[in-house]
Nanobody, 124 residues
Framework: QVQLVESGGGLVQAGGSLRLSCAPSGLTAGAHAMGWFRQAPGKEREFVAAISRTGRETVYVDSVKGRFTISRDNAGKIAVFLQLNSLKPEDTAVYYC????????????????WGQGTQVTVSS
């Protein structure tokens, strides 16, 4: 059974940083591409970033380029990270990680597995 568990969210002031983690269980190391999405209150789920199975390819939504970094660790305990820097109040949302066997793009409908989310709140 595949489970994705996010952690690392919290309350931070504007300009601050957080590091989100996603720990998949039930997946083979390097066998899935991973993505991060977010959903703010009253808004649709939005793509944030994604990374290929090897970690060599990444893609970001324009609004986070230069501020957020997605990475992964395929050795030992599998994990995917999202480093959030220079946070803005508009980054406030629940952040979700997702997995697909190959796809690492912005189409949420193509991902097969989802976590429960971790709350990120940025105060002004």
């Amino acid at each position: 059974q595949v489970q994705l568990v996010e952690s690392g969210g919290g309350l931070v002031q504007a300009g601050g940083s957080l590091r989100l983690s996603c720990a998949p269980s039930g997946l083979t190391a390097g066998a899935h591409a991973m993505g991060w999405f977010r959903q703010a209150p009253g808004k649709e789920r939005e793509f944030v970033a994604a990374i290929s199975r090897t970690g060599r390819e990444t893609v970001y939504v324009d609004s986070v380029k230069g501020r957020f970094t997605i990475s992964r660790d395929n050795a030992g305990k599998i994990a995917v990270f999202l480093q959030l820097n220079s946070l803005k109040p508009e980054d406030t949302a629940v952040y979700y990680c997702a997995a697909h066997v190959l796809y690492y793009g912005s189409d949420a409908g193509r991902y097969d597995f989802w976590g429960q989310g971790t709350q990120v709140t940025v105060s002004s």
